[in-house]
C-alpha cells in the first residue's frame, strides 16, 4: 500500500465521522466535536491524514497544544484495520511531536484503551509510560492508560 500524509482539511470530515464511528464505535466523536476540533486549527490544533494510492483517506490523528509551554494532548490516532501495521500511526506520532515541539510543549500526554496492546506497545516503543488509568473513561468499563513522553 502506497501511503501519503497530507494536513487535514474541512473537507474531510465527512469521512473521518464515518470513520470514527466504525473506529470507536464505543465512544466516536460527533460531527460537532470534529468541527470543534478542527476550529482550532492551526493556531492551537494540528490533524493529519494518510490516505491511500486511490487518495482515500486510511487513517487520522490529531493534537492540541493550548499555549506555549503547555503539555500537548493527543486527541486521537485512528488506522483502519486493513491499512495497519504499515507505519501510520508511528509516522503520525511523530509529526504530531515535531508539532508540539514547535509550540514548546514540555511533554505529551495520550489516553489509550487498557485492552488496546497493540496502540500500548507502539506508544511504549515510541517512549511512552503509562502514569495513571482513568476508570470508565470510554464509557462504563471501559478504562483508559494515561501515557506520556517528555519532549525534549
Do not use: C
Not at 497544544?65 to 503547555?70: D, E, K, P, T
Not at 503520525?92 to 514547535?102: G, N, R, T
Amino acid at each position: 500500500m502506497q501511503v501519503s500524509y497530507r494536513e487535514a482539511m474541512p473537507l474531510d470530515l465527512p469521512v473521518l465521522v464515518s470513520m470514527e464511528r466504525t473506529l470507536f464505535a464505543d465512544s466516536p466523536w460527533s460531527m460537532g466535536q470534529f468541527k470543534e476540533e478542527f476550529s482550532g486549527i492551526p493556531k492551537t490544533r494540528y490533524f493529519i491524514v494518510a490516505t491511500d494510492s486511490d487518495k482515500q483517506i486510511v487513517g487520522y490523528a490529531g493534537v492540541m497544544v493550548v499555549s506555549s509551554g503547555v503539555d500537548a494532548d493527543v486527541l486521537t490516532v485512528a488506522v483502519l484495520p486493513e491499512a495497519r501495521r504499515k507505519g501510520i500511526a508511528r509516522h503520525f506520532m511523530d509529526s504530531l511531536e515535531k508539532w508540539a515541539q514547535m509550540r514548546v510543549a514540555p511533554s505529551m500526554m495520550l489516553e489509550v484503551g487498557v485492552n488496546n496492546t497493540s496502540a500500548i506497545a507502539l506508544y511504549e516503543s515510541l517512549g511512552y509510560s503509562i502514569i495513571n488509568t482513568r476508570k470508565n473513561y470510554y464509557g462504563h468499563g471501559l478504562d483508559a492508560h494515561v501515557m506520556r513522553k517528555e519532549l525534549s
